[in-house]
Each structure stands twice: as structure tokens, then as C-alpha cells.
Nanobody
């Protein structure tokens, strides 16, 4: 069973930056497909960014040009650098990872709060 552990969330003023991290613990295999999602109160969960080791990254329209997703194969981790944060970026952020053994099962982190407010 793969466990995803997120860190780096918190409170920031508009225009500020945060960097989220997500590491796969208890995993004997390397994760090649990662994603970041978010869910604001009263809204559906939405895709923020995805990345694969064999290809590039994709971003949701609302974060293009402001957020950057990256991965570290040695640490089996994924990151989300968030710049120029806006109040409507406030949400619980989740990372997910695709099981490379079957390319079917997705693992999810527990979620981490990001609050952007003045």
C-alpha cells in the first residue's frame, strides 16, 4: 500500500507563494504519473496540474503561468510551486499517484489546506 504524505500548505497573502510537496512512502516502486487536485468549499474537486516522467506537464486554465509542477524520481516525490496566489486559490489540495504496476489504481494524499487571504 502506497501512502502519500503532503506538506507545505498554510496561510499566505494575495500575491504570495507557497510550495507543496508530496512524497510516496512505503513504496518499493517509482511513481511515474502524478497529479495535484484541489477542492474549495462547496465546489467540486478540480485538476490543478499533472505530470508524467515520460512526457510533459499539464495545467488547469486557472493556474497556467502561475503554478509549476515538478517531480523528483530519486525521492519519489512531486511538488507544486504556486506563485502569485489569489484568494480563489484557497482550497484543500490533494496529490495523487498512479500505480505503475497496473496503471489503473490511483493513490491519494490526505489533503492539505491552502488559504490565500489579506
Amino acid at each position: 500500500q502506497v501512502q502519500l504524505v503532503e506538506s507545505g500548505g498554510g496561510f499566505v497573502q494575495p500575491g504570495g507563494s507557497l510550495r507543496l510537496s508530496c512524497a510516496a512512502s512505503r513504496s518499493a516502486f517509482r511513481i511515474n504519473d502524478w497529479g495535484w487536485y484541489r477542492q474549495a468549499p462547496g465546489k467540486a474537486r478540480e485538476s490543478v496540474a499533472t505530470i508524467t516522467s515520460g512526457g510533459g506537464a499539464n495545467y488547469g486554465d486557472s493556474v497556467k503561468g502561475r503554478f509549476t509542477i515538478s517531480m523528483d524520481n530519486h525521492k519519489n516525490a512531486v511538488y507544486l510551486q504556486m506563485n502569485t496566489l489569489k484568494p480563489n486559490d484557497t482550497a484543500v489540495y490533494y496529490c495523487n499517484a498512479l500505480d505503475p504496476r497496473d496503471f489503473v489504481r490511483w493513490y491519494w494524499g490526505q489533503g492539505i489546506q491552502v488559504t490565500v487571504s489579506s
